[in-house]
């Protein structure tokens, strides 16, 4: 079992910046990709960015890619989704997601993942 915990969530002006957290604990010696999703009121979960277990490889929406970047840092058990330059659009809650894989293919699909977390909220004003 794998228990993910996001932070960071807030409200935030058009524009702006944000970082979200997820912490995850338990049985986090497994080789697992993380991915962020987020879903606004009255549609679906939206895939966004998703993170090899070494960090190395990394996949973003088109929708976010060049404003958000997904990272990770094993030591703390903790994947980072920096939100720059955002958009009323960007408003939704935001949830990490776990996947037990040591491949190397991404997946975007939510029922592709193992562990989700309760989710975060973003909010962005005009």
């Known amino acids: 079992q794998v228990q993910l915990v996001e932070s960071g969530g807030g409200l935030v002006q058009a524009g702006g910046s944000l970082r979200l957290s997820c912490a995850a604990s338990?049985?986090?010696?497994?080789?697992?990709?993380m991915a962020w999703f987020r879903q606004a009121p009255g549609k679906e979960r939206e895939f966004v960015a998703v993170?090899?277990?070494?960090?190395?490889?990394?996949y973003h929406a088109d929708s976010v890619k060049g404003r958000f970047t997904i990272s990770r840092d094993n030591a703390k058990s903790t994947v980072y989704l920096q939100m720059t330059s955002l958009k009323p659009e960007d408003t939704a809650t935001y949830y990490c997601?776990?996947?037990?894989?040591?491949?190397?293919?991404?997946?975007?699909?939510?029922?592709?993942?193992?562990?989700w977390g309760q989710g975060t909220q973003v909010t962005v004003s005009s």
């Open positions: 338990g049985r986090t010696s497994s080789t697992y990709h």
């Open positions: 993170i090899n277990w070494s960090g190395g490889n990394t």
């Open positions: 997601a776990a996947k037990i894989t040591g491949a190397s293919t991404f997946y975007i699909g939510p029922p592709s993942y193992d562990y």
